[in-house]
């Protein structure tokens, strides 16, 4: 199979590994799970021919490590799983966080926990997404929500990881990665690719977590002539461990300050629906599809309904989503999961608007009955 051209009928997990075939990543390693491993096979049939290599690892666990060391060594690269591996990969996300290890995860969600519904969707991760690896740590998600955002979304994670020297993670769900729609590849030469900062100063000069004005250092990769020390300790400008208390807040800090202080260029939402709604959907990946739908069904009931569609998941659009509150009488947060959105929602009501649940979790996708459930009750 070569590189499609023209519009294609596609699956999400096909466009995502296009997508981070197109973004310059040149090593997948992974283990198989469903409802992603549609990933990994793009990868092991195509990545050879662009020069990269599929790795099977017989873990999870082994799987994002050896996503660490292959950009430690300067190489894009990535990894897809599902929930229960997205958990096994909790630790050595904490130690690409740590490390600034640029990386793509990406987390196609299905029901939860354990086992649970291996091949039905659910969007019960979120949490996990933000809060899965100990310590104090910033993380940035993304969610699409149509196949050609699979795609694009793919390419915006490894640019945002490179810019940010961060693991990225693309939360997809079982919906959306295994959905077919048409798409249509751009040419690779018209993407906007970012590639990570590399050292301008001499090896003798050089320190491996010097942060730039950004807070975020150059990266040098392992064979260069820049000396390289990766720690999973707290550490210092050398790279080596410190055990001080001001290099451990020092480095907190930062850590924190690159993400949290750029929050306006990584925040990504649509607005889809009147502005003087009576209610506001708030909602993200495949639930938002059903939203958009009855966003129509209610006008016909004289309820006029709009949707903030969240694209950004982490860091969570504080701003953007008060504003939302502010404008409208009433919320109605639709998700597959038992409220970790509505949490997020709740956590920003300066304005105590009422804040509804309208929760999916049998299985399947949420239906637009529960959708307006929710809303009947918001304007009672």
């Known amino acids: 199979m070569s590189r499609p051209e023209g519009i294609q009928l596609m699956e999400g997990n096909h466009a995502c590994a296009w997508g981070a075939i197109d973004a310059g990543a040149r090593i997948f390693a992974g283990y198989p799970i469903t409802p992603s491993s549609e990933i990994a096979e793009v990868c092991a049939r195509e990545l050879p021919a662009y020069g990269g290599i599929y790795i099977q690892m017989e873990d999870e666990i082994g799987s994002i490590a050896a996503v660490i060391g292959a950009s430690l060594s300067g190489k894009k690269s990535f990894?897809?799983?599902?929930?229960?591996?997205?958990?096994?990969?909790?630790?050595?996300?904490?130690?690409?966080?740590?490390?600034?290890?640029?990386?793509?995860?990406v987390n196609i969600q299905?029901?939860?926990?354990?086992?649970?519904?291996?091949?039905?969707?659910?969007?019960?991760?979120?949490?996990?997404?933000?809060?899965?690896?100990?310590?104090?740590?910033?993380?940035?998600?993304?969610?699409?929500?149509?196949?050609?955002?699979?795609?694009?979304?793919?390419?915006r994670a490894f640019n945002l990881s490179e810019r940010f020297r961060i693991p990225v993670i693309l939360l997809g769900d079982q919906v959306i990665g295994q959905l077919y729609e048409n798409i249509k590849l751009p040419d690779p030469e018209s993407l906007e690719?970012?590639?990570?900062?590399?050292?301008?100063?001499?090896?003798?000069?050089?320190?491996?977590?010097?942060?730039?004005?950004?807070?975020?250092?150059?990266?040098?990769?392992?064979?260069?002539?820049?000396?390289?020390?990766?720690?999973?300790?707290?550490?210092?400008?050398?790279g080596f461990s410190n055990f001080k208390a001001q290099t451990n807040r020092a480095l907190l800090t930062r850590l924190k300050d690159k993400i949290y202080n750029y929050t306006d260029e990584i925040t990504?939402?649509?607005?889809?629906?009147?502005?003087?709604?009576?209610?506001?959907?708030?909602?993200?990946?495949?639930?938002?599809?059903?939203?958009?739908?009855?966003?129509?069904?209610?006008?016909?009931?004289?309820?006029?309904?709009?949707?903030?569609?969240?694209?950004?998941?982490?860091?969570?659009?504080?701003q953007v989503v008060q504003e939302a509150l502010g404008k409208t009488g009433a919320v109605v947060v639709a998700e597959m999961n038992q409220g970790q959105l509505t949490g997020e929602v709740n956590r920003v009501n300066v304005t105590n608007t009422p804040v509804h649940l309208a929760s999916g979790i049998d299985g399947e996708l949420i239906s637009p009955d529960i959708i307006m459930t929710g809303i009947r009750e918001a304007v009672k």
């Open 193 to 238: 690719i970012v590639e990570r900062k590399k050292p301008v100063v001499t090896p003798e000069e050089f320190y491996p977590y010097q942060p730039d004005e950004n807070g975020v250092p150059p990266m040098a990769a392992y064979g260069d002539r820049h000396i390289v020390h990766a720690s999973s300790t707290c550490h210092d400008l050398t």
């Open 110 to 155: 299905r029901v939860g926990p354990a086992t649970g519904l291996a091949t039905k969707p659910a969007q019960a991760d979120i949490m996990q997404a933000r809060w899965g690896t100990h310590g104090d740590h910033s993380i940035i998600a993304l969610a699409p929500a149509t196949v050609e955002e699979m795609y694009y979304l793919t390419i």
């Open 79 to 105: 990894t897809a799983t599902s929930g229960p591996g997205f958990s096994l990969m909790q630790e050595n996300l904490g130690v690409g966080i740590y490390q600034e290890v640029p990386c793509v995860i």
């Open 268 to 318: 990504d939402v649509e607005h889809f629906g009147p502005d003087d709604a009576e209610v506001t959907l708030i909602s993200f990946g495949a639930s938002s599809r059903v939203c958009k739908y009855v966003v129509g069904e209610a006008e016909k009931e004289g309820i006029r309904v709009n949707l903030l569609r969240l694209i950004s998941i982490w860091p969570f659009p504080d």
